[in-house]
């Protein structure tokens, strides 16, 4: 279930960040409750989802095809893992016109996905 995928992305594990020079803007899991991330369940519950992908993408004033976003997820041991972004950061991310996402995978190797 999708539920359960979400409930793994606990806080400080997900990192995501868009290189700005010298400066990465970096985005951390969390619950900011911005009307752009309320979301509704078939169920009629709502609830705000702020994931690292989003709370990074959220933080940038301007956005270009080219930019990468990357996301790590690491586990509560401290090895990287599967970080690919959930269907909701993929609409958000959509949505803001971000095109490009590196991830890491199961093994903690960088992934690339194309947004279109
Ligand atoms: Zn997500």
Redesign the pocket.
Known sequence: MREAALSN?QAFHVVAWVERGKTPVIGVNGSAEKPEFRRRFKDGKECFIS?A??DAVSKLRDISPHDVLHVMRFTKRGNISMAK??K??HEYLRKKGIKKVRYTDWNGEWQKMTID
């Open positions: 992305e994931h992908e989003m972004p959930c909701y950061c």
